[in-house]
């Protein structure tokens, strides 16, 4: 793979990793066998570092890890997990279960606090099937996900997340800490107020939105913190490219600035012969800062097409025009 290397503490068992919201059925039904069959072929790619979440498939996602977990030799993998939601049997209530195409048919419930966080990881264990974790990141508290409620949420997360997540640390049950949010100012907020080892960012460090330079990536090399990127397609434009019939951007209709500006990507693209998707996968690895960036995969040709743009060699003067331009 290209870039920099990465100055990880935490240590990542591989830079690329997967991101296991796939497996748990986002956007498309995906069977116990070709989960398997995922998860296989990454391993056998090399991806040695899997990310998953309560939320994904609402359970889903943990449960298909976990029985992969218990195939291979678990001290050749980083995992990690997500607080903040829990999941109980809706007892008849009617679930909106939103993007997930066929997930496990319970009911998450968003529960920030130190008991909350402590039924969440439980949960996730028996799913997983492991003990101690390497990485835990607090869920989803931000604007994006909560409106007005994110300021109330966020002190929660604070007083309940973070106490019982820094207790288990201590106590050597987790490895490191972290949060996984949408925006770059939560983050930054984050790891100002907290000892946190990692963020994980979505879709604000891409080669679309550069959003994160003013203000987490300072603050994070200043208080050491590793950046963990995801979303890096954005959730699907840079993917597809701006005329692709299924282009998304933050899982809605990208807006005509945003068009435009994905346009003028694709044509710096084709000058230098180099594939929209290798550059959106490799720009945020050129920062050293950036110690993984994790993929969402849930078909195995994806896993070859991904490791290949992962590693095609781009020329430097595509960087500089890219960065000249936008």
Known sequence: MTGNPSRSRIGFASRLGFGAS??????????????????????EGGLRYFDTAPLYGHGLSELRLGRFLRTIDRKTVTVSTKVGRYMV???????????WASPLRLKPVFDYSYAGTMRSL?????????????LVYIHDVDRFTHGDAYERHFNEAIEGCYRALDDLRKAGHIRAIGVGVNESDVATRFIRACSLDAVMMAGRYTLLDRAAEADLLPEA???????VVAGVFNSGILATGASGAAATYDYGTPPPDIV???????????RHDVPLQAAAIQYPLRNSLVSAAVLGMSNVERIGQNLAWSKMVIPESFWSELDAAL
Do not use: H
């Not at 049997?89 to 993007?99: A, F, I, Q, R, S």
């Not at 997983?128 to 390497?134: P, T, V, W």
């Not at 435009?260 to 084709?270: D, G, L, Q, T, W």
């Open 260 to 270: 435009e500006r994905v346009k003028r990507i694709e044509e710096a693209c084709k």
């Open 89 to 99: 049997p809706p007892y008849g209530e009617t679930v909106d279960y939103g993007l």
């Open 122 to 134: 439980e949960q996730s264990a028996s799913r997983l099937g492991i003990a101690d974790f390497d």
């Open 22 to 43: 796939g497996i748990g059925t986002l956007y498309r039904d995906v069977t116990e066998a070709q989960a398997a069959d995922v998860l296989n072929a990454a391993y």
């Open 221 to 227: 090399e200043r208080q050491g913190v590793e950046i």
